[in-house]
Nanobody, 127 residues
Framework: QPQLVESGGGLVQPGGSLSLSCVSS????????VGWFRQAPGKDREGVSW????????NYADSVRGRFTTSVDNAKNTVYLQMNNLKPEDSAVYYCAAAPAGYFFSVYSDSRWYDYWGRGTQVTVSS
């Protein structure tokens, strides 16, 4: 059964860093776009980053550009989200999701294009 599992969340002080991992099982990621989304209490789910696994094309939300980096390890079927200079407003449950590649890249900021979702990992930025 296709599955995505996130890990790496936790509590960090403002200005700190965390690295999230998203591992797939039951399917390979080579024909997918993997996105990271987040949702804070009382807020809509927000796209954070998305990467085309086959060629590494990537993009970020304006709110995280320059602070977050997404990358792929194809051998491990894993996508990473390195988060630096974290701010309290980054606190949320972070989800990874996979969507079939091949559409216009701009659509992948929309969570409705994603077929597979992990259960999420909590990130809390607080002093």
């Amino acid at each position: 059964q296709p599955q995505l599992v996130e890990s790496g969340g936790g509590l960090v002080q403002p200005g700190g860093s965390l690295s999230l991992s998203c591992v797939s099982s039951g399917f390979g990621l080579e024909h997918f776009v993997v996105g990271w989304f987040r949702q804070a209490p009382g807020k809509d789910r927000e796209g954070v980053s998305w990467i085309v696994v086959s060629n590494g094309t990537k993009n970020y939300a304006d709110s995280v550009r320059g602070r977050f980096t997404t990358s792929v390890d194809n051998a491990k079927n894993t996508v990473y989200l390195q988060m630096n200079n974290l701010k309290p407003e980054d606190s949320a449950v972070y989800y990874c999701a996979a969507a079939p590649a091949g559409y216009f890249f701009s659509v992948y900021s929309d969570s409705r294009w994603y077929d597979y979702w992990g259960r999420g990992t909590q990130v809390t930025v607080s002093s």
